[in-house]
């Protein structure tokens, strides 16, 4: 199977259940914005130290793809049984919050705005989580006009937190102070 199609080349893209549309449209951007956040969590993931949060990183990236189907699927009905493995359940969040209250519990507590930045591997968690933002406005966008799950907003909003205290543990624990504004 070769891995270009050229069935894009006229500036549309098929989304999940075969409806086409443009590559501007909101959908697609959303769940592009979701794949990006996926691909810069994965460099955040293969920095040293790897072994960070490796488990709950590499679980977080496995939701996005899943997050990214649901945003892909227009016509979820269509195409529930392929969906069927895709769905964030509500524990999730709690999960996400429970790591974000243990992480916590290791650092000292934020006096001021802090900058990007101080190890290789904290700089790469907070543009992951700048990245984030980005899918989160985007999802928001598509919301106005489109259903998305709610799960999926605040999966997003809950991230981007726990990304946050990531770098920050990711420069704790390498001795580095986090860098004050």
């Known amino acids: 199977m070769k ?45 040293d130290p790897v072994d960070l949060e490796h488990d709950l990183l590499t679980g ?26 895709t769905a964030i359940p509500d524990a999730r969040i709690t999960e996400l919050e429970s790591a974000i209250d243990r992480i916590e519990a290791e650092l000292t507590e934020l006096s001021s705005f802090i900058l990007p930045g101080g190890t290789t591997k904290s700089a790469r968690l907070h543009y992951a989580r700048s990245v984030c933002r980005r899918a989160e406005r985007s999802v928001v966008a598509l919301a106005r006009h489109e259903t998305v799950p709610a799960v999926v907003l605040t999966y997003l909003n809950r991230l981007s937190d726990l990304l946050f205290v990531i770098a920050r543990l990711a420069n704790h624990r390498s001795n580095v102070p986090d860098i004050k504004w």
């Open 3 to 47: 891995i270009y199609t050229r069935s894009g080349d006229d500036g549309q893209t098929s989304l999940f259940g075969g409806r086409r549309t443009s590559k501007d449209d909101p959908r697609v951007a959303a769940y592009g914005d979701v794949d990006e956040l996926n691909s810069a969590i994965g460099l955040a993931v293969a920095t």
């Open 60 to 85: 977080i990236q496995r939701d996005l793809f899943s997050v990214g189907a649901r945003l892909a699927s227009p016509d979820p009905e269509k195409v529930a049984k392929a969906l069927e493995n």
